[in-house]
């Protein structure tokens, strides 16, 4: 029996699409069918018409208005999130939303509520949280790998600064991660709050610091044409938070863009230690630190430290079995390893044909809005934030060792 097909159109052409997303929703995955894409720069559109048959360049009122389009994929910039968003429910389109969802939590919000008044199916970006390395460390926690979960540590930084001589002044150079509802934190942190909210769920309470730390900023590079003028950044660039889960764990959670790249990712248990990969990856290693990760090496199982000058008493709990914390590296459980951008609308067109909650539901971009929007607001308070969101910690995917053609399938439940 044939696979029966989710009909698509795309709106928003440009690198992300591309790069990596149009290909995906063609070539990678059998449920989608894209028929239509259409972008403000026609000849976008018109390249992915040329590129990918079946595929047709139309205006964003034709794609709207087209009946054929069941789902429309929003890879616009974050300033035109809301505005598309809003233009697909008010045509009676499910979306599926490159992240974040909203420039504020406000808008996502509003946006929320209209999917939900009309009885349609909102899903968002980021997707990442569905590859290897993020579902087989779901499996192990769930499992009981480090025992209970205590504490998570998510952290990350780049350093972005207007350093090319065509910042901005061409849209492939458009630098979103500096403009209002593209900073960091919502490009990058989203990333990480979906893969905590995969591990751990919803999110009770909320504090932070930071913000905007340098709006002025000044172009550096002397081939820009407005060299060594200033601007105005109008989104926030670092924020630190601390988050309780309702489930008990606590996170810190480090975005900036003002400091040299770093990361790191960690989840405590009160059994050992779990090393995470990176959530802007599919594939990615992760590791576990923990006693008896390993055999032990030791034959006779005596203590290293062992001080043949001790008193005999204490020679007796020296020579106890020793056995010390031992790092290894686990191995993947699941499938998607690769840059498969594209898997959450997948999964969001099985659960059309399924009649089942996607695994990336808006509750889920929702909470994670409203976390960025809490540790700002906790910043200019003072005050621990009290989250009025909440959303379902998503289905896990199954492990198997299908073939990476056949991994699809899991998303067929």
Same mark, same amino acid.
């Given at each position: +029996?044939?696979?029966?097909?989710?009909?698509?159109?795309?709106?928003?052409?440009?690198?992300?699409?591309?790069?990596?997303?149009?290909?995906? =929703?063609?070539?990678?995955?059998?449920?989608?069918?894209? /028929?239509?894409?259409?972008?403000?720069?026609?000849?976008?559109?018109?390249?992915?018409?040329?590129?990918?048959?079946?595929?047709?360049?139309?205006?964003?009122?034709?794609?709207?208005?087209?009946?054929?389009?069941?789902?429309?994929?929003?890879?616009?910039?974050p300033?035109?999130? /809301?505005?598309i968003?809003? +233009?697909?429910?008010?045509?009676?389109?499910?979306?599926y939303?490159?992240?974040?969802?909203?420039?504020?939590?406000?808008?996502?919000?509003?946006?929320?509520?209209?999917?939900?008044?009309?009885?349609? =199916?909102?899903?968002?970006?980021?997707?990442?949280?569905?590859g !290897?390395?993020?579902?087989?460390?779901?499996?192990?926690?769930?499992?009981g790998?480090?025992?209970?979960?205590?504490?998570?540590?998510a952290?990350?930084?780049?350093? #972005?600064?207007?350093?090319?001589?065509f910042?901005?002044?061409?849209?492939?150079?458009?630098?979103?991660?500096?403009?209002?509802?593209?900073?960091?934190?919502? $490009?990058?942190?989203? @990333?990480?709050?979906?893969v905590?909210?995969?591990?751990?769920?919803?999110? &009770?309470?909320?504090?932070?610091?930071g913000?905007?730390?340098?709006?002025?900023?000044?172009?550096?590079?002397?081939?820009h044409?407005?060299? &060594?003028?200033?601007?105005?950044?109008?989104?926030?660039?670092?924020?630190?938070? !601390?988050?309780?889960?309702?489930?008990g764990?606590?996170?810190?959670f480090?975005?900036?863009?003002?400091t040299?790249?770093?990361? !790191?990712?960690?989840?405590?248990?009160?059994?050992?230690?779990?090393?995470?990969?990176?959530?802007? =990856?599919?594939?990615?290693?992760?590791?576990?630190?923990?006693?008896?990760?390993?055999?032990?090496?030791?034959?006779?199982?005596?203590?290293?430290?062992?001080?043949?000058? &001790?008193?005999? $008493?204490?020679?007796?709990?020296?020579?106890?079995?020793?056995?010390?914390?031992?790092?290894?590296?686990?191995?993947?459980?699941?499938?998607?390893?690769?840059?498969?951008?594209?898997v959450?609308?997948?999964?969001?067109? @099985?659960?059309?044909?399924?009649?089942?909650?996607?695994?990336?539901?808006?509750?889920?971009?929702l909470?994670?809005?409203?976390?960025i929007?809490?540790?700002?607001?906790?910043?200019?308070?003072?005050?621990? #934030?009290?989250?009025?969101?909440?959303?379902?910690?998503?289905?896990?995917?199954?492990?198997?060792?299908?073939?990476?053609?056949?991994q699809?399938?899991?998303?067929?439940?």
């Open positions: +029996m044939a696979l029966k097909k989710v009909k698509v159109g795309v709106v928003g052409c440009g690198g992300i699409c591309k790069g990596t997303y149009m290909d995906n =929703m063609v070539n990678k995955f059998e449920v989608i069918e894209v /028929v239509a894409c259409a972008d403000k720069i026609e000849s976008r559109a018109k390249w992915m018409e040329d590129h990918y048959p079946g595929v047709k360049a139309m205006s964003v009122e034709e794609l709207m208005n087209d009946p054929e389009v069941q789902v429309v994929v929003n890879l616009t910039y300033e035109s999130h /809301v505005e968003s809003k +233009m697909a429910f008010e045509h009676g389109k499910h979306v939303c490159e992240k974040m969802m909203a420039p504020t939590f406000e808008e996502a919000k509003m946006l929320y509520d209209l999917a939900k008044e009309k009885g349609l =199916m909102f899903t968002t970006a980021p997707d990442t949280f569905l !290897a390395w993020s579902q087989s460390a779901r499996k192990y926690l769930d499992d790998i480090i025992g209970r979960p205590v504490t998570a540590h952290q990350v930084s780049r350093h #972005y600064d207007p350093d090319s001589p910042f901005d002044t061409a849209p492939k150079h458009f630098f979103f991660p500096l403009h209002y509802g593209g900073g960091f934190p919502f $490009d990058l942190g989203g @990333y990480y709050l979906h905590l909210i995969n591990l751990f769920g919803s999110i &009770k309470r909320v504090t932070g610091f913000g905007n730390l340098f709006p002025e900023r000044t172009y550096k590079n002397p081939k044409p407005k060299y &060594k003028e200033t601007f105005e950044v109008n989104t926030p660039t670092t924020l630190i938070g !601390a988050l309780e889960f309702e489930c764990v606590l996170a810190t480090n975005i900036s863009s003002d040299s790249t770093s990361h !790191a990712f960690t989840v405590g248990g009160d059994q050992g230690y779990l090393i995470l990969g990176d959530p802007n =990856m599919f594939g990615d290693t992760i590791k576990v630190r923990r006693p008896g990760a390993a055999p032990n090496t030791n034959p006779f199982g005596v203590n290293p430290f062992f001080d043949a000058n &001790k008193e005999k $008493d204490d020679d007796v709990q020296q020579l106890a079995e020793f056995t010390p914390e031992q790092e290894v590296a686990l191995p993947n459980l699941c499938g998607f390893y690769d840059s498969l951008r594209g959450g609308l997948a999964d969001m067109c @099985y659960a059309i044909l399924n009649n089942r909650r996607p695994r990336c539901h808006a509750d889920i971009g909470h994670a809005c409203e976390v929007d809490a540790i700002q607001e906790s910043a200019r308070t003072g005050k621990i #934030y009290e989250m009025t969101t909440r959303c379902e910690r998503p289905a896990p995917l199954a492990t198997t060792s299908w073939s990476v053609t056949c699809e399938a899991v998303l067929d439940d």
